[in-house]
C-alpha cells in the first residue's frame, strides 16, 4: 500500500473529516496526487466517504503576477516622473504608460500643467502606496479577506485577475473504515482456479467509467483509400471528375465512337459481357452515328478507313462497359457540341469489366483510373510530363514508356514503374493521343488535340500494400499482411 494512501487514511482517523485541496497543501503534494490516492483508496471497498463539491477561487492573471512582482502601472508611471516634470509624449515611452497614466491621473497622482509649453506632466502627491501591487500580493497567497467587491470587479476588469472553479472532495470515514488496506487482486488466473485460493482473495472491482481501448473500425478499404489519394492528385492538378455511374453501356459508345473495328477481338464474347436484357439500345446521336459509320467503313479527314461493312445490328448491343474510355469518347461528343472549344482536363475512376479468366493478377471486374487533356498543340512530350509529375506526386520516380497499340490512339504508349520492392519493371497503364478518326466524326475542330490515358487501380494499390494477388482486394475478408510480390501483364482492351 502507497504511503499517501496509509497517510490519508491516519489523516482521517485523527480529524474525521478531511478536504483534498486541504490535504494537497498538508501533505505537500499536487492535488491530483491526492484525488488519485483517493480513487486508489475507493477500490478497496467502503473505506471513505468522497463528496465532490466545486468552488470557485479568484487567480492572479499573467500581468496580476507581474504586478505582484514588479508594482502596478500607475506607481510605475508617477515614479518616472522628475521634480520638475515631463513631456507626456516622454512618459508614453513606458511600458503599459496609457493604463498606467489614466489611473495615476483619476487616482489623483498626477496633473497636466498646461502653464508650461509643451504642457507637462507633474507629481501631484508627494508620496502613493501601491495599493493594487499589495491586493496581487495577497490573491496570490490565497488571502482575499481585506479586499471589496468593488476592487475584486475593477481588478477582473483590468484582467489581472480570474475567477477558476477548483473540483475537490470532501472525504469521511465509511462503513468499512480502516487503516490498512488489503492487498488486491486484478486477475483471476488459472491457478487460482486450480487452488481454489481465489476464494480468499480480494478481487478489484471493475470500473465500468473505463473507456475501454478504442476499437478498430470504420477504415476505407484499400482501393477506396488509393482512389480518394489519385482523385487528391488529379484535383490538385486541375482536372474536373467525369462522372461516371452508367456501368452498361453500348457497343457504339463502347468501341465504335473510337474507332475500334466490329471485328476486333476485344468486341467478342471471350472477352466482353454482353447484356441480354435489354439486348440493344438506340442510344446515339443519328447524325454522328452516320459519320462513325463512314469513317470505318469508306474512311474521310484524310483517313482510308477500314473498308470494310460497318453494322447498325453490332453498335446496338449492349454490355458491361470495358473500360471507362466510353465515358471520355461521351464527354468528347459533348465538348465538341459546345459553340466555341474551351480546352479541358478530366478524370475518373471507376469499374469496368471484362470477360477474363481470374488469376493473380487479372479480376473480371477492375477499377480504370482515366484521364485526358484536350487542348491545342499537345504532344507525346506533354503526355509524358503529366505521368511524370502524376507519379512524382505518389512518390514514383522510376518510370519508362513503351510504344503500344491502341486502335483510337496513334501514338500510343504504355507506361512502366520500376518497383524497387520487386526489383523489376510493372506495367501500370496505356495512353496515346486520340485519333483524327475519332476526333473529328464528333465535330471536334481538327487544330484541337486530345491525350488520354487509362491506369488501373489496383496495381497500384497491390504495389502499396504488398500485395500479390490481386484477388486479396475483394471477398468479404481483405488481407492485407500478405507477402511482397506481383506479377505482369496488361489490361488493356484493344
Ligand atoms: N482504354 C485503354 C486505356 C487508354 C485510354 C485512353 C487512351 C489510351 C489508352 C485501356 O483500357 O487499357
Same mark, same amino acid.
Given at each position: 500500500?502507497?504511503?499517501?494512501?496509509?497517510?490519508?487514511?491516519?489523516?482521517?482517523?485523527?480529524?474525521?473529516?478531511?478536504?483534498?485541496?486541504?490535504?494537497?497543501?498538508?501533505?505537500?503534494?499536487?492535488?491530483?496526487?491526492?484525488?488519485?490516492?483517493?480513487?486508489?483508496?475507493?477500490?478497496?471497498?467502503?473505506?471513505?466517504?468522497?463528496?465532490?463539491?466545486?468552488?470557485?477561487?479568484?487567480?492572479?492573471?499573467?500581468?496580476?503576477?507581474?504586478?505582484?512582482?514588479?508594482?502596478?502601472?500607475?506607481?510605475?508611471?508617477?515614479?518616472?516622473? #522628475?521634480?520638475?516634470?515631463?513631456?507626456?509624449?516622454?512618459?508614453?515611452?513606458?511600458?503599459?504608460?496609457?493604463?498606467?497614466?489614466?489611473?495615476?491621473?483619476?487616482?489623483?497622482?498626477?496633473?497636466?500643467?498646461?502653464?508650461?509649453?509643451?504642457?507637462?506632466?507633474?507629481?501631484?502627491?508627494?508620496?502613493?502606496?501601491?495599493?493594487?501591487?499589495?491586493?496581487?500580493?495577497?490573491?496570490?497567497?490565497?488571502?482575499?479577506?481585506?479586499?471589496?467587491?468593488?476592487?475584486?470587479?475593477?481588478?477582473?476588469?483590468?484582467?489581472?485577475?480570474?475567477?477558476?472553479?477548483?473540483?475537490?472532495?470532501?472525504?469521511?470515514?465509511?462503513?468499512?473504515?480502516?487503516?490498512?488496506?488489503?492487498?488486491?487482486?486484478?486477475?483471476?488466473?488459472?491457478?487460482?482456479?486450480?487452488?481454489?485460493?481465489?476464494?480468499?482473495?480480494?478481487?478489484?472491482?471493475?470500473?465500468?467509467?473505463?473507456?475501454?481501448?478504442?476499437?478498430?473500425?470504420?477504415?476505407?478499404?484499400?482501393?477506396?483509400?488509393?482512389?480518394?489519394?489519385?482523385?487528391?492528385? %488529379?484535383?490538385?492538378?486541375?482536372?474536373?471528375?467525369? #462522372?461516371?455511374?452508367?456501368?452498361?453501356?453500348?457497343?457504339?459508345?463502347?468501341?465504335?465512337?473510337?474507332?475500334?473495328?466490329?471485328?476486333?477481338?476485344?468486341?467478342?464474347?471471350?472477352?466482353?459481357? %454482353?447484356?441480354?436484357?435489354?439486348?440493344?439500345?438506340?442510344?446515339? #446521336?443519328?447524325?454522328?452515328?452516320?459519320?462513325?459509320?463512314?469513317?470505318?467503313?469508306?474512311?474521310?479527314?484524310?483517313?482510308?478507313?477500314?473498308?470494310?461493312?460497318?453494322?447498325?445490328?453490332?453498335?446496338?448491343?449492349?454490355?458491361?462497359?470495358?473500360?471507362?474510355?466510353?465515358?471520355?469518347?461521351?464527354?468528347?461528343?459533348?465538348?465538341?457540341?459546345?459553340?466555341?472549344?474551351?480546352?479541358?482536363?478530366?478524370?475518373?475512376?471507376?469499374?469496368?469489366?471484362?470477360?477474363?479468366?481470374?488469376?493473380?493478377?487479372?479480376?473480371?471486374?477492375?477499377?480504370?483510373?482515366?484521364?485526358?487533356?484536350?487542348?491545342?498543340?499537345?504532344?507525346?512530350?506533354?503526355?509524358?510530363?503529366?505521368?511524370?509529375?502524376? %507519379?512524382?506526386?505518389?512518390?514514383?520516380?522510376?518510370?519508362?514508356?513503351?510504344?503500344?497499340?491502341?486502335?483510337?490512339?496513334?501514338?500510343?504508349?504504355?507506361?512502366?514503374?520500376?518497383?524497387?520492392?520487386?526489383?523489376?519493371?510493372?506495367?501500370?497503364?496505356?495512353?496515346?493521343?486520340?485519333?483524327?478518326?475519332?476526333?473529328?466524326?464528333?465535330?471536334?475542330?481538327?487544330?484541337?488535340?486530345?491525350?488520354?490515358?487509362?491506369?488501373?487501380?489496383?496495381?497500384?494499390?497491390?504495389?502499396?500494400?504488398?500485395?500479390?494477388?490481386?484477388?486479396?482486394?475483394?471477398?468479404?475478408?481483405?488481407?492485407?499482411?500478405?507477402?511482397?510480390?506481383?506479377?505482369?501483364?496488361?489490361?488493356?482492351?484493344?
Amino acid at each position: 500500500m502507497s504511503q499517501l494512501n496509509e497517510n490519508i487514511l491516519k489523516y482521517l482517523a485523527e480529524n474525521d473529516k478531511a478536504n483534498t485541496i486541504t490535504l494537497g497543501k498538508y501533505f505537500n503534494e499536487d492535488h491530483q496526487k491526492i484525488v488519485g490516492a483517493l480513487k486508489s483508496i475507493q477500490a478497496h471497498g467502503e473505506l471513505l466517504l468522497a463528496e465532490s463539491i466545486s468552488d470557485k477561487k479568484i487567480e492572479l492573471t499573467e500581468e496580476g503576477k507581474l504586478i505582484a512582482e514588479k508594482g502596478s502601472h500607475e506607481v510605475n508611471v508617477f515614479a518616472h516622473i #522628475p521634480d520638475g516634470g515631463i513631456e507626456q509624449s516622454e512618459l508614453m515611452k513606458l511600458p503599459n504608460a496609457k493604463i498606467g497614466f489614466s489611473k495615476a491621473m483619476s487616482a489623483g497622482w498626477v496633473q497636466v500643467d498646461k502653464s508650461c509649453t509643451p504642457p507637462l506632466v507633474k507629481k501631484k502627491v508627494p508620496e502613493i502606496v501601491d495599493t493594487v501591487q499589495e491586493h496581487m500580493r495577497k490573491i496570490m497567497k490565497g488571502d482575499i479577506s481585506n479586499i471589496t467587491d468593488k476592487e475584486k470587479q475593477e481588478y477582473k476588469k483590468r484582467k489581472l485577475i480570474q475567477e477558476v472553479v477548483v473540483k475537490s472532495f470532501n472525504l469521511t470515514k465509511g462503513p468499512k473504515f480502516s487503516l490498512t488496506l488489503n492487498k488486491l487482486e486484478t486477475d483471476l488466473t488459472n491457478d487460482m482456479m486450480l487452488a481454489n485460493s481465489w476464494k480468499e482473495m480480494r478481487f478489484k472491482d471493475y470500473n465500468f467509467e473505463s473507456l475501454g481501448a478504442p476499437l478498430e473500425s470504420g477504415y476505407l478499404h484499400p482501393l477506396l483509400q488509393v482512389r480518394s489519394e489519385f482523385r487528391q492528385i %488529379f484535383l490538385e492538378m486541375g482536372f474536373s471528375e467525369m #462522372p461516371t455511374n452508367n456501368y452498361i453501356e453500348n457497343s457504339f459508345w463502347n468501341f465504335d465512337a473510337l474507332f475500334q473495328p466490329q471485328q476486333h477481338p476485344a468486341r467478342d464474347a471471350h472477352d466482353t459481357f %454482353f447484356i441480354s436484357n435489354p439486348k440493344i439500345s438506340n442510344s446515339f #446521336p443519328t447524325d454522328y452515328l452516320e459519320r462513325v459509320k463512314n469513317v470505318h467503313s469508306k474512311g474521310g479527314y484524310g483517313s482510308q478507313g477500314y473498308g470494310y461493312d460497318w453494322k447498325i445490328e453490332e453498335a446496338q448491343k449492349n454490355l458491361l462497359r470495358t473500360h471507362t474510355t466510353a465515358v471520355s469518347a461521351r464527354m468528347l461528343y459533348e465538348l465538341a457540341q459546345q459553340e466555341k472549344f474551351k480546352p479541358i482536363k478530366l478524370f475518373s475512376i471507376d469499374k469496368v469489366f471484362r470477360n477474363e479468366t481470374l488469376d493473380a493478377t487479372h479480376l473480371a471486374e477492375f477499377h480504370q483510373v482515366e484521364g485526358l487533356i484536350a487542348d491545342f498543340n499537345l504532344t507525346l512530350g506533354d503526355l509524358i510530363g503529366v505521368f511524370t509529375e502524376f %507519379f512524382k506526386k505518389l512518390g514514383m520516380v522510376q518510370l519508362e514508356f513503351k510504344p503500344a497499340y491502341n486502335p483510337y490512339t496513334e501514338p500510343s504508349m504504355e507506361i512502366f514503374c520500376f518497383h524497387p520492392g520487386l526489383g523489376k519493371w510493372i506495367e501500370i497503364g496505356n495512353s496515346g493521343v486520340f485519333r483524327p478518326e475519332m476526333l473529328l466524326p464528333m465535330g471536334l475542330p481538327d487544330d484541337v488535340c486530345v491525350i488520354a490515358w487509362g491506369l488501373s487501380l489496383e496495381r497500384p494499390t497491390m504495389i502499396k500494400y504488398g500485395l500479390n494477388n490481386i484477388r486479396d482486394l475483394v471477398g468479404p475478408k481483405v488481407d492485407l499482411e500478405m507477402g511482397l510480390s506481383i506479377g505482369t501483364g496488361s489490361d488493356a482492351s484493344e
